[in-house]
């Protein structure tokens, strides 16, 4: 048997080829399922509802075939609580899908002596604190994602909420709803001086229901979210543990805002960010954690009128180059804008199309600072690809320099993920998909930017470099469905050239993501698992084979939720033929969560040369 044959392969289970001749007609198929309500016959109300924690671990029935060799602890994280009965005898109910009050799950896979796993899970609220303050004072008491506000609160009320809200007190970091993304062992906060909030776990007593199994867990697990404040959890419990914001790792890093997916150099280890400071001169600092001396260095300061303080979600990295992207979600008030909305989205200026997305890029070798610009039409992203570099000539010391990310027409999308629409209450999703422009703006395209790199090109305030048409930096631009949100790729091509992007589609049959498909990018053919009608899937996680030649050996491993029996469960597909391998079911609703981490237990990822594209 080669090592790419599918074993135990669920049988009745089916896969979906496209090419690119279909990608106009697809992607037209589902603007004509979002105008005539294709997705009022998906349910998805489970994954908002009655939700509970259940800390376990519990282990849950497997079927099929899940490779051995994907044993480890698979993390995810994201919201898990929408409603909060209050003293007042009221009902709290979060507006934005965004702001459900965070849930942390881990998934435990460990090999069992008859060849076959044994899977386990556990889950924990991370925001209890927020949660007791809210059923206390019967609203949200802090700054959100987009949490609508109480239309009874008055201009002193609003004024002094917004006042309050730039003094939090250090006690209350407790309160921060932070839900968005898993960090492993990061560098720099490991020291316990570096923890500004602690607490003992409590430990966990249950651990004798894993059979005598544990898996290897890692030193420490930290949850981010697009502020400056991150959240320790412990591994085993799950329970939040400390918290730490980013002025521990710099003085400087004082900015309230941050992006939730900073990023790691797969060779070092070193974590990438940027931290924004609001006020009459924004400021960007974009900074270098060293994994081995866990010292920090700022790489660029970047403080001009020219470059607006945005909502910005992700950021790139390449071998040479940390890549700030700065779409079109520009904020208010040079940022002071979010303290008196309570929000992000409020804070946000309106759509522009004459604001250009700018480009900022960074060296991160040699302390060059900025070293290049560009600027491509407005759009706008929550989530970065991958970033790899080419020699632009043997007699050139140019670099070309590629970006993929998943981008928008505008930033419109972030209203479709109110819980109005998703959950389809009073035709919301009706009236917001039948302004036919607003629907195409909110279909995701899979976006390839080509950029000129001169690495001699000195450091300081460069001009953007002239282009004659914006769109000459596009090296494809490839539509949904044959490409979707929440992207992965096969983690051991992070800043290196990658052929295949796994991510989660809207066809428009469910009000958010309803498929997982494959991306070819160097045929632009797209691969999807035809998951059954109602069934929901999360983030597909790459999980490489050990020894694995080929850029998609390995299996994905996603969080679905079955909307018609309001149960969820993990599924195991072949990343190569996109076909089940295995699931694991609970008997119960997981909420449809963002982003998480697979810790190997066992092995360490190993990067091979691969196959030339």
Request: hydrophobic residues 35%; contains cysteine; proline residues 8%.
């Amino acid at each position: 048997m080669s090592p790419h044959e599918v074993i135990g392969t669920v049988p009745g289970n089916s896969t979906t080829f496209r090419t690119q001749a279909d990608e106009h007609d697809d992607h037209e198929e589902a603007l004509q399922n979002l105008r005539t309500g294709k997705y009022e016959d998906w349910p998805n109300e489970a994954a908002f509802d009655g939700l509970t924690e259940e800390r376990g671990p519990i282990k849950i029935a497997v079927t099929g075939n899940i490779p051995t060799w994907a044993a480890g602890s698979l993390y995810r994280t994201g919201p898990g609580l929408y409603k909060i009965d209050t003293d007042a005898g009221t009902t709290f109910e979060m507006s934005h899908w965004f702001d459900g009050l965070a849930h942390t799950h881990r998934f435990d896979i460990i090999p069992n002596e008859e060849g076959s796993v044994d899977i386990f899970y556990s889950s924990r609220r991370q925001a209890e604190e927020m949660m007791d303050v809210i059923k206390k004072q019967g609203t949200w008491p802090y700054y959100s994602f987009g949490q609508k506000a109480d239309p009874c609160l008055g201009f002193f009320a609003k004024a002094m909420a917004a006042f309050k809200g730039l003094r939090e007190p250090p006690g209350e970091k407790w309160h921060n709803n932070i839900n968005v993304a898993v960090h492993v062992n990061p560098p720099g906060l490991e020291a316990v001086r570096n923890i500004v909030g602690t607490r003992k776990p409590a430990g966990a007593e249950n651990d004798a229901n894993v059979l005598g199994h544990r898996p290897e867990l890692p030193k420490s697990i930290w949850v981010s979210t697009d502020n400056s404040t991150m959240k320790q959890i412990d591994p085993q419990t799950l329970e939040p543990i400390g918290w730490a914001t980013q002025d521990v790792l710099h003085p400087e890093l004082t900015g309230a805002m941050s992006c939730a997916h900073a990023q790691r150099d797969p060779e070092t280890g070193d974590f990438f960010n940027f931290n924004l400071e609001f006020g009459p001169k924004p400021t960007y600092r974009v900074f270098r954690v060293d994994a081995s001396s866990g010292k920090t260095e700022i790489l660029a300061t970047i403080r001009e009128p020219s470059v607006s303080p945005a909502y910005i979600h992700s950021l790139f990295l390449s071998p040479s180059f940390v890549i700030l992207c700065i779409p079109t979600s520009h904020f208010g008030l040079s940022g002071t804008q979010i303290p008196w909305e309570r929000n992000l989205v409020d804070a946000i200026k309106p759509y522009d199309p004459s604001r250009k997305t700018q480009w900022i890029v960074i060296d991160r070798k040699h302390s060059k600072g900025v070293v290049a610009r560009f600027e491509t039409d407005g759009r706008f992203f929550f989530h970065t690809v991958n970033s790899f570099e080419e020699k632009a000539a043997s007699d050139s010391s140019d670099i070309n320099l590629y970006c993929d990310v998943i981008d928008f027409g505008s930033h419109e999308f972030i209203h479709s993920l109110y819980l109005d629409v998703i959950l389809n209450r009073d035709s919301a999703a009706k009236k917001f998909y039948e302004d036919e422009q607003r629907a195409r703006n909110s279909l995701a395209h899979l976006t390839r930017y080509h950029f000129i790199i001169n690495p001699d090109s000195p450091a300081t305030n460069l001009p953007v470099t002239p282009t004659p048409d914006p769109k000459n930096h596009e090296a494809f631009r490839i539509p949904a469905p044959h490409a979707g949100e929440i992207p992965t790729i096969n983690p051991l091509y992070a800043t290196r050239k990658h052929r295949y992007v796994y991510s989660l589609p809207f066809r428009g049959r469910g009000t958010i993501t309803d498929a997982i498909v494959k991306t070819d990018t160097v045929t632009r053919e797209a691969l999807f698992w035809d998951n059954p009608k109602g069934h929901t899937p999360g983030e597909a996680i790459f999980v490489p084979r050990p020894g694995g030649e080929e850029e998609d050996d390995g299996v994905l491993l996603s969080l679905v939720l079955d909307g018609e029996k309001g149960k969820s469960y993990l599924l195991c597909l072949d990343a190569k033929t996109m076909a089940e391998m295995g699931r694991a079911e609970v008997d119960f609703a997981i909420a449809l969560g963002f982003h998480g981490a697979h810790v190997p237990s066992g092995r360490t990822l190993t990067r091979v040369e691969g196959p030339e594209y």
